[in-house]
């Protein structure tokens, strides 16, 4: 079946150090992943996206993520963490089911940032 | 520019009753798509629509429908409110191609009594 997981239901930085953000993922053929962030009482936003090329794709607020082919993983990185990167933040994957393209999401990670 | 714009953002129902939740966009975007939002699930696909007058059922289909008569409005309707339907419903929309990203509205958040 295809699917997302993210493995860790939250995770705790101190503001300054790097983050990192687990995301695995099982589809057939080459996959279309995304990342968004959700802040309390607010939808989804966009944060970056690999689709093909470079391994290494950047997105908005500093965000970067690593799609890696071999362990079937797409983490989110940040290099110094901000306590305003405090939110929920999902991984989907686009499917194409039924003749048409869906996203899947994973259940979600709740990044911490304390001062 | 609104983007996509979803109400109400609150709503109380009673066991049985059936209300519509309303979403639209201004972007004229080809897919529109219904999620509902729970707690350690994530966003589970309930109905989507990939143009005007064709809409398909996606994950969570039970007891609800939907109609895409315009480009424009998506709406979601629940025949008979249950408190398994408790939950933060998202609406989002998208261009056609696999490779755009969703534009979320920002919810509503429904209770069932």
């Known amino acids: 079946a295809q699917s997302v997981a993210q493995p860790e239901d939250q995770v705790n930085v101190a503001e300054g150090n790097p983050l990192t953000v687990k995301c695995t993922y099982s589809?057939?053929?080459?996959?279309?992943l995304f990342w968004y962030v959700q802040y309390p009482n607010r939808g989804l936003q966009f944060l970056l996206k690999y689709i093909t090329g470079d391994n290494l794709v950047k997105g908005s607020y500093g965000f970067e993520a690593e799609f890696n082919k071999s362990q079937t993983s797409f983490h989110l990185k940040k290099p110094s963490a901000l306590v305003s990167d405090s939110a929920l933040y999902f991984c989907a994957v686009r499917v194409f089911s039924g003749g048409y393209n869906k996203l899947i999401f994973g259940a979600g990670t709740r990044l911490a940032v304390h001062p | 520019n609104a983007g996509v714009t979803q109400t109400p953002k609150f709503q109380v129902l009673k066991t049985g009753q059936s209300m519509t939740l309303q979403c639209a966009q201004d972007m004229n975007h080809e897919y529109m798509s219904w999620y509902r939002q729970d707690p350690g699930m994530g966003l589970r696909l309930i109905h989507y629509s990939v143009g005007a007058g064709i809409t398909d059922q996606g994950e969570v289909p039970n007891g609800y429908n939907v109609s895409r008569s315009t480009t424009e409005d998506f709406p979601l309707r629940l025949l008979s409110a249950a408190p398994s339907q408790t939950s933060v419903y998202f609406c989002?929309?998208?261009?056609?191609?696999?490779?755009?990203?969703?534009?979320f509205g920002d919810g509503t958040r429904l209770s069932i009594l």
């Open positions: 589809v057939s053929g080459n996959p279309y």
């Open positions: 989002a929309s998208s261009l056609g191609a696999a490779d755009q990203p969703q534009h």
